[in-house]
């Protein structure tokens, strides 16, 4: 069968690789759809952190059960969605629950060898049964988890005024789950396609862009500052503004990955009594909200798809994604 492999920023290779065999514990399994992240993209351009050539890309994956592991409760035909975060599960992160944050953290696709194939194996403990999602739900999962587990870590309630900086796929994810959750929703982004889309198309709630009166804008909106804040836009002026944007006793989520130093007013933070916390990935129970959100079409993000790619094609349809104007999320259609 083939195989597609990263092998350097800007070049793909099919190799013909040999069936996978399942070892204890793990089941083999169909590739059906995979999306694209933005982690990928940044790996084909050369502007992925923690990552090494050749790889073979995708961890957004909805997969169908080939052979299942002996006494799982899997059977064949099963469509699962697979958690990509293979975590210890003996250092103190893991004991204690946090599994996202594991010490020896290994996620599919960027520390090993991912979905970019027909057939892969995949750990059982890793596999969530979704027969009622379309592949192309299933393979949505993944991004959505990371933005309920940041909006959980937001400790939104009903009528919370909440705003969601930066409207990429994670954003979106977040600001879909914080409505769900009740909240009274902003959203923001440079993007004006972007805003459009959040607030037309998913109806997530009033949309504003970043300028110099964005302030006054959310002032105004809410005649408060927000009580919740997440920044899903991996920006450093965007994360330091948090602190002037939220208010007295707010949250402050950051969802969003900078490799660098965010700067912090003690005092207005002491002052404001502001709670800053981080979100990172997703743990197994946000999988399975996701999976339950979508089933009873709490959540509906399928219109988040906006280009669908072809398996046979990806050696040269990836790369056209880099710089895409317009692009939410692309879809690999198996």
Known sequence: MKSLNLIEPGKFSFQEVAMPQALAGETLVKVLSCGVCGSDIHAMSGKQPFFSY???????????????????????????????????????????????????LQVLGIHFDGGHTPFMTVPTQYL?????LTPEQAALVEPLAIGA?????????????VVIL????????????????????????????RLQF????????????????????????????????????GNEHSMNACFDLVEVGGHVVFVGLHLGQVKIDVENFVNKGITLAASRAAISDDFKQVIDAISSGAIDPTPMISQTLQFDQLDTQLLELIGQPGLIKALIEY
């Open 198 to 233: 959040a607030e037309h198309t998913l109806q997530l709630g009033k949309a504003y862009k970043v300028g110099a009166t964005l302030q006054d804008d959310i002032y105004q909106h809410f005649g408060q500052l927000p009580e919740r804040i997440i920044d899903a836009t």
């Open 54 to 104: 050749p790889r073979r890309l995708g961890h957004e994956l909805c997969v169908e059960v080939v052979s299942p592991a002996e006494g799982s409760e899997l059977t064949a035909g099963d469509r699962c969605v697979v958690e990509p975060y293979y975590f210890c599960g003996e250092c103190f992160a893991c004991r204690t629950g946090k599994t996202n944050c594991c010490s020896n």
């Open 166 to 193: 930066g409207m990429g796929t994670i954003g979106l994810a977040a600001a879909l789950f914080a409505k769900a959750a009740g909240a009274n929703l902003l959203v923001v982004d440079v993007d004006d396609n």
């Open 128 to 132: 969530h049964k979704a027969n009622q």
């Open 149 to 161: 587990h940041a909006v959980s870590r937001a400790e939104i309630s009903e009528g919370d005024p």
